[in-house]
């Protein structure tokens, strides 16, 4: 049913990316005055969804905070296809998605190179690396769930892809060291990696001139929205998972009001720089910067400024009151709210500052089309339909992890350093 | 793809643990005794490192060697690129400097350790992928990928000895030991099977598949529809008339005043010499543009004026003989006035405006006035008093002259 739907809103994408492909951008309703439209908005918008991901499972790794492991591997996952559909939307945007590998920097027939003081090239190699270590980072974690579905797996076909996925792991403890010291050197690696892809996405407007865009609060702003959104995202989808594959159990509701908590620091911060922007327009003294400011709060497009406004910074402030925060339907209605609201912090972040910029002569209103509203429904159907598939075939929750954090998991006696022998061992009261 | 059959060589005795403790205490026995042996666990263990007399993990090291390559690397890819071999200007910013370069930089640092770290880990230290180790598809396999813990001596170990593995397990607290023998169907079946003919098709399959798809791609595909617009698009052909423009021209005529960029209209054509003479020379009289003066009279005005411009030249004959510009008209002139003709032409002398552009043009004025000097120099010229040595001096100058022109 879930599949369904979520198929049907892909072809319709397809649909969509068809047409922008046959008759170009002309399809959508960028204008030369908002030559941004929906392409960067469901861009930045599904890369801030992917921060979720490697977030859960890096940095609250590093922090040894163990209530991750029960939605880490399914966060991961929904990383990497967020990143992959967010990666769709400025390769389509270029018009000539055939020729996307200009984009790399490789010796060509032109003798060409690639500009590299420009953010969006920086923006190719960070999403580019930020996939690649997500799907590396997920890959690991998967390897020894798989060599444990192959030892249970009955039929032939379903063994055979499961000892090709697992590299034939083994669970020799040779092996775990190597293994556990690889995963800490990577999450160490991706946590920086986290803050700096959405930074970089920041700077494609930061360094340009543009009024309510040269800021530079952009970059923690960004960061802190892109945590936000994924998480909202991350909720969204547990709750409704939970129910489905009846796993109240693995995914409890402190796991969830962990992230209400987390939900209303990162909307806090949200709504700081919402206030520190407006601050800093009056407090410049630039003209254009408070013009940005007073038409975006009382312009054409008040109505998304105030849904965004709403939706990101006053409605996850009722994640105050505890019983809001362990309470499953409101929370479901919240976290929705909140990707409905980062949705349309991209669109006034990027139409209000471009519809009206310095020159009033250049001012023009941006109307989407409908193969703009086609391809945003597409991506929904592209992000879910992966995510269902994963479902369907792969552990949605680590299985190794979660034994190794049971208690009565781990030994409780210890040896003497690195050259302990049996008589040296300390055994506590249990098995003296 | 079934479960393959066994041989009767053995390769392993296992025995399997109940708890974590256990296999702790386990783990520490069996590597005083034995060398060749592994623990088998569902999750990593904390402290069975130091049971097993593991040393630390190399892994680091590639981490941190890599990473370093990385930004080395990164750095001197942008530097080279940017900086050196495609030079472009962006905003009149340096070629190269180094805040720019940090996001590229930081991202492939990030990379290729990260690649590194997996790589490493998976295929060289844990010498993966090895899928048909002999321990798969058994019991133990089942239970320590499941719940249980497990030890096991190979019987490549020097002091194996079955029996007493049996025993030693026992003794050590194992509630199951069996016996793992090796597979059947190969002969060295303890290795990585990455030559194995299986795996090698699979890797020609996809190389052929990834060759064709990419050579149907650029040589079909990028010709078709939509693909194919920058071949199919309007635009204009050289020799073709353009539909773009109801006259069927592509460019259009300028619009009365039009300068072109970097061109400074000649204001004095058709006006009498009387306004020509006020014409004065813009450039300084330097060596650099005597130089270029002497390079451009010897390519532009030499074949008619000769290298002295005496008028007599290697073309002398074929045109009406051009005038000397040693006379006491010529020197006499206003550089305006020379201007003027080397810009309009003179007689049967054509116009060199667009041949020799303005400042070449007054760089070869102060060439002539050069030559002219040098075949009439005063005293005062060479600074000299008597007027014998004058004489010699000025000769000398002249031959000077002679020899560094016709070295050119």
Redesign the interface.
């Given at each position: 049913m879930a599949f369904g739907i979520s198929v049907v809103a892909l072809l319709i994408g397809a649909v969509s990316l068809w047409l922008t492909v046959y008759y170009g951008i002309g399809m959508w309703g960028n204008n030369s005055t908002i030559g941004w439209g929906f392409g960067i908005i469901n861009f930045v918008f599904w890369i801030g969804i992917g921060h979720a991901g490697t977030l859960i499972s890096a940095i609250l790794y590093l922090f040894r905070q163990k209530w991750r492991t029960g939605i880490a591997r399914f966060a991961e996952a929904m990383t990497i296809f967020a990143v992959m559909t967010a990666g769709l939307f400025p390769i389509f945007h270029t018009g000539r998605p055939w020729l996307a590998g200009y984009l790399i920097p490789y010796p060509n027939q032109n003798s060409l190179w690639v500009n590299f003081n420009s953010p969006l090239l920086w923006d190719v190699f960070a999403v580019s690396t930020y996939f690649t270590i997500s799907l590396v980072f997920w890959g690991i974690g998967l390897v020894p769930d798989i060599a444990a579905m192959r030892e249970r797996a009955k039929s032939g076909i379903k063994k055979f892809f499961y000892t090709i996925g697992s590299l034939g792991w083994k669970n020799s403890n040779r092996n775990w060291q190597n293994y556990e010291r690889a995963y800490l050197i990577l999450a160490g690696l991706s946590t920086p990696l986290v803050l700096s892809v959405h930074s970089i996405v920041s700077f494609d407007f930061a360094v340009s001139i543009l009024p309510g865009w040269h800021t530079t609060i952009f970059p923690p702003y960004f960061v802190a929205g892109a945590i936000f959104s994924g998480f909202g995202m991350v909720a969204t989808v547990l709750i409704l998972l939970r129910k489905a594959f009846h796993v109240e159990h693995i995914i409890t509701i402190n796991h969830l009001e962990t992230m209400n908590k987390i939900l209303l620091a990162t909307g806090t911060m949200v709504g700081y720089a919402y206030g520190m922007e407006l601050f800093i327009a009056w407090y410049s003294g630039n003209q254009f910067e408070q013009f940005a400011f007073i038409n975006r709060i009382w312009g054409p497009y008040m109505w998304a400024y105030w849904i965004m406004v709403s939706c990101n910074v006053g409605f996850p402030q009722l994640f105050w009151f505890k019983k809001v925060r362990r309470s499953i339907p409101i929370m479901l209605v919240i976290v929705i709210l909140v990707n409905v609201g980062m949705w349309f912090e991209r669109f006034v972040i990027i139409v209000t500052s471009l519809h009206r910029d310095f020159l009033p002569s250049s001012w023009a209103m941006f109307y989407p089309t409908l193969v703009d509203f086609g391809l945003l429904l597409g991506s929904f159907g592209f992000f879910f339909t992966l995510l269902l598939l994963f479902l369907r075939v792969l552990p949605a929750v680590s299985i190794a992890e979660l034994k190794a954090v049971t208690p009565q998991a781990q030994p409780t006696i210890h040896l003497n350093g690195h050259n302990g022998h049996a008589e040296e061992v300390h055994l506590n009261h249990e098995n003296a | 793809?079934?479960i393959d059959p066994r041989s009767n060589e053995i390769y392993c005795v296992a025995g399997l643990f109940n708890?974590?403790?256990e296999?702790?205490?386990a783990?520490?026995?069996v590597s005083?005794e034995y060398s060749d042996f592994?623990?088998?666990?569902?999750?990593?263990?904390?402290?069975?490192?130091?049971?097993?007399?593991?040393k630390p993990?190399k892994?680091?090291y590639f981490?941190f060697t890599f990473?370093l390559i990385g930004t080395i690397s990164a750095l001197l890819?942008?530097g080279w690129?940017?900086g050196i071999?495609?030079q472009?200007i962006?905003g009149g910013?340096p070629f190269f400097t180094i805040p720019?370069?940090i996001?590229?930089t930081?991202?492939?640092t990030?990379?290729l350790?990260?690649?590194t770290?997996?790589g490493?880990?998976?295929f060289l230290?844990?010498k993966?992928?090895?899928?048909?180790?002999p321990?798969?598809?058994t019991e133990y396999?089942?239970r320590?990928?499941?719940?249980k813990f497990g030890v096991i001596i190979r019987a490549s170990d020097p002091k194996f000895n079955k029996e007493e593995a049996i025993n030693f397990l026992k003794s050590a607290g194992s509630y199951d030991v069996s016996i793992i023998d090796k597979f059947e169907r190969r002969e060295d079946n303890t290795r990585?099977p990455i030559f194995e003919k299986k795996f090698l098709g699979i890797l020609v399959m996809t190389a052929i598949v990834v060759a064709l798809g990419t050579y149907v791609?650029l040589n079909w595909?990028?010709f078709q529809?939509?693909?194919d617009f920058m071949w199919s698009q309007e635009k204009v052909t050289p020799q073709q008339p353009s539909t773009f423009f109801s006259d069927g021209f592509s460019e259009r005529i300028p619009p009365e005043g039009t300068v072109m960029r970097g061109v400074l209209p000649y204001e004095y054509k058709g006006l009498p010499d009387s306004v020509v003479k006020y014409l004065s020379n813009p450039l300084p009289f330097s060596k650099e543009v005597l130089e270029k003066g002497q390079n451009r009279f010897n390519t532009f005005c030499s074949p008619c004026h000769g290298y002295y411009g005496e008028g007599d030249s290697r073309l002398r004959g074929q045109f009406p003989n051009p005038p000397t510009l040693q006379s006491e008209k010529v020197r006499n002139w206003s550089d305006g006035n020379i201007y003027h003709v080397i810009t309009n032409g003179q007689n049967v002398m054509p116009s060199y405006a667009s041949q020799v552009s303005r400042e070449d043009r007054w760089a070869i004025i102060h060439y002539i006035r050069v030559l002219q000097r040098s075949k009439n120099a005063t005293d005062q010229d060479v600074g000299a008093t008597d007027s014998t040595s004058t004489t010699v001096q000025t000769q000398d100058t002249t031959k000077q002259i002679q020899a560094d022109t016709t070295k050119k």
């Amino acid at each position: 049913m879930a599949f369904g739907i979520s198929v049907v809103a892909l072809l319709i994408g397809a649909v969509s990316l068809w047409l922008t492909v046959y008759y170009g951008i002309g399809m959508w309703g960028n204008n030369s005055t908002i030559g941004w439209g929906f392409g960067i908005i469901n861009f930045v918008f599904w890369i801030g969804i992917g921060h979720a991901g490697t977030l859960i499972s890096a940095i609250l790794y590093l922090f040894r905070q163990k209530w991750r492991t029960g939605i880490a591997r399914f966060a991961e996952a929904m990383t990497i296809f967020a990143v992959m559909t967010a990666g769709l939307f400025p390769i389509f945007h270029t018009g000539r998605p055939w020729l996307a590998g200009y984009l790399i920097p490789y010796p060509n027939q032109n003798s060409l190179w690639v500009n590299f003081n420009s953010p969006l090239l920086w923006d190719v190699f960070a999403v580019s690396t930020y996939f690649t270590i997500s799907l590396v980072f997920w890959g690991i974690g998967l390897v020894p769930d798989i060599a444990a579905m192959r030892e249970r797996a009955k039929s032939g076909i379903k063994k055979f892809f499961y000892t090709i996925g697992s590299l034939g792991w083994k669970n020799s403890n040779r092996n775990w060291q190597n293994y556990e010291r690889a995963y800490l050197i990577l999450a160490g690696l991706s946590t920086p990696l986290v803050l700096s892809v959405h930074s970089i996405v920041s700077f494609d407007f930061a360094v340009s001139i543009l009024p309510g865009w040269h800021t530079t609060i952009f970059p923690p702003y960004f960061v802190a929205g892109a945590i936000f959104s994924g998480f909202g995202m991350v909720a969204t989808v547990l709750i409704l998972l939970r129910k489905a594959f009846h796993v109240e159990h693995i995914i409890t509701i402190n796991h969830l009001e962990t992230m209400n908590k987390i939900l209303l620091a990162t909307g806090t911060m949200v709504g700081y720089a919402y206030g520190m922007e407006l601050f800093i327009a009056w407090y410049s003294g630039n003209q254009f910067e408070q013009f940005a400011f007073i038409n975006r709060i009382w312009g054409p497009y008040m109505w998304a400024y105030w849904i965004m406004v709403s939706c990101n910074v006053g409605f996850p402030q009722l994640f105050w009151f505890k019983k809001v925060r362990r309470s499953i339907p409101i929370m479901l209605v919240i976290v929705i709210l909140v990707n409905v609201g980062m949705w349309f912090e991209r669109f006034v972040i990027i139409v209000t500052s471009l519809h009206r910029d310095f020159l009033p002569s250049s001012w023009a209103m941006f109307y989407p089309t409908l193969v703009d509203f086609g391809l945003l429904l597409g991506s929904f159907g592209f992000f879910f339909t992966l995510l269902l598939l994963f479902l369907r075939v792969l552990p949605a929750v680590s299985i190794a992890e979660l034994k190794a954090v049971t208690p009565q998991a781990q030994p409780t006696i210890h040896l003497n350093g690195h050259n302990g022998h049996a008589e040296e061992v300390h055994l506590n009261h249990e098995n003296a | 793809m079934g479960i393959d059959p066994r041989s009767n060589e053995i390769y392993c005795v296992a025995g399997l643990f109940n708890t974590p403790d256990e296999i702790m205490i386990a783990a520490d026995k069996v590597s005083s005794e034995y060398s060749d042996f592994d623990v088998h666990t569902p999750y990593p263990v904390h402290g069975l490192d130091d049971a097993m007399k593991l040393k630390p993990t190399k892994l680091g090291y590639f981490s941190f060697t890599f990473g370093l390559i990385g930004t080395i690397s990164a750095l001197l890819m942008i530097g080279w690129m940017s900086g050196i071999d495609y030079q472009s200007i962006v905003g009149g910013k340096p070629f190269f400097t180094i805040p720019p370069a940090i996001p590229i930089t930081f991202e492939l640092t990030v990379l290729l350790s990260g690649l590194t770290t997996v790589g490493v880990m998976l295929f060289l230290l844990n010498k993966l992928p090895w899928t048909n180790n002999p321990l798969m598809d058994t019991e133990y396999m089942k239970r320590v990928s499941s719940d249980k813990f497990g030890v096991i001596i190979r019987a490549s170990d020097p002091k194996f000895n079955k029996e007493e593995a049996i025993n030693f397990l026992k003794s050590a607290g194992s509630y199951d030991v069996s016996i793992i023998d090796k597979f059947e169907r190969r002969e060295d079946n303890t290795r990585a099977p990455i030559f194995e003919k299986k795996f090698l098709g699979i890797l020609v399959m996809t190389a052929i598949v990834v060759a064709l798809g990419t050579y149907v791609t650029l040589n079909w595909v990028l010709f078709q529809p939509p693909f194919d617009f920058m071949w199919s698009q309007e635009k204009v052909t050289p020799q073709q008339p353009s539909t773009f423009f109801s006259d069927g021209f592509s460019e259009r005529i300028p619009p009365e005043g039009t300068v072109m960029r970097g061109v400074l209209p000649y204001e004095y054509k058709g006006l009498p010499d009387s306004v020509v003479k006020y014409l004065s020379n813009p450039l300084p009289f330097s060596k650099e543009v005597l130089e270029k003066g002497q390079n451009r009279f010897n390519t532009f005005c030499s074949p008619c004026h000769g290298y002295y411009g005496e008028g007599d030249s290697r073309l002398r004959g074929q045109f009406p003989n051009p005038p000397t510009l040693q006379s006491e008209k010529v020197r006499n002139w206003s550089d305006g006035n020379i201007y003027h003709v080397i810009t309009n032409g003179q007689n049967v002398m054509p116009s060199y405006a667009s041949q020799v552009s303005r400042e070449d043009r007054w760089a070869i004025i102060h060439y002539i006035r050069v030559l002219q000097r040098s075949k009439n120099a005063t005293d005062q010229d060479v600074g000299a008093t008597d007027s014998t040595s004058t004489t010699v001096q000025t000769q000398d100058t002249t031959k000077q002259i002679q020899a560094d022109t016709t070295k050119k």
